[in-house]
């Protein structure tokens, strides 16, 4: 199984664009998040070889621009492809999901999308005092559970914990993507990587809102197992 990161604020090389927002792609076939502009992420797609007549699933983590901002250049292109977004995503989200044609799934439970890929369903977050529901996906592979995140609103611990409390028996391999802990304290950052250990997280990719101090403290804390995630990047997991 890979994760191929198809948009953030770094790139592998120059083939790759960048700016603000989060993509990948799991197992060639779902996409979680969209980044902030459809040229941006059709240029990353064209660049890694990925067709949009190649993708079954959107899933969306939350309603924000700079996580939906390709998706729809990619329903407008794919007529009936699922989008997996939460209930309480905003009424011109659904609509315009709608009125493109994709096939909206919400749920508030884990669902699963295809073998071994699951989204979390709605989790309670909050954003600036507005609430902000928000998804995650699980990816099962050899390795254990990959959790990806687009901004971890509700909380990377919180999040965690409803991973950990449905697959139970299962072990947390790697976490990664916007962890939302820009402009933390390091003594708050520092909790949450114990967290991340007491939860037995076997590697951490922050990356997108994560924020410069927290990617420096998971880097040092993590060392060999801090996934540095770049556009471009094949992540085997
Ligand atoms: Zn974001
Ligand atoms: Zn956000």
Not at 42 to 71: C, F, P, Q, R, Y
Not at 136 to 157: E, F, K
């Amino acid at each position: 199984m890979e994760i191929k990161v198809l948009f953030d604020k770094l790139n592998l090389d120059e083939r790759f664009l960048t700016g603000w927002g989060f993509s990948v792609l799991v197992d060639d076939c779902i996409l979680f998040d969209t980044g902030e502009k459809p040229s941006l992420l059709l240029k990353n797609m064209e660049s890694m070889g990925v067709d949009i007549s190649s993708l079954t699933a959107v899933v969306i983590s939350h309603d924000h621009w700079d996580h939906t901002g390709g998706l729809w250049e990619i329903l407008s292109s794919k007529e009936r492809l699922k989008v997996y977004g939460c209930p309480g995503f905003s009424a011109g989200f659904k609509n315009k999901v709608g009125g493109l044609k994709g096939e909206l799934i919400e749920s508030d439970k884990v669902t699963e999308i295809a073998k071994d890929i699951y989204a979390t369903g709605e989790i309670t977050g909050e954003y600036e005092g507005q609430y902000m529901p928000e998804q995650a996906l699980v990816v099962r592979s050899d390795n254990g559970l990959s959790v990806i995140t687009g901004c971890a609103h509700p909380g990377i611990v919180k999040i965690l914990g409803k991973v950990r409390e449905t697959f139970s028996t299962e072990d947390i391999y790697l976490v990664l993507g916007g962890f939302h802990l820009m402009g933390s304290d390091r003594r708050m950052i520092n909790v949450i990587v114990d967290e991340f250990r007491k939860l037995g997280v076997k590697k951490a990719g922050p990356c997108h809102c994560s924020g410069d101090e927290a990617e420096s403290i998971f880097r040092d804390k993590y060392k060999d197992d801090f996934v540095q995630v770049k556009a471009g990047e094949i992540i085997q997991i």
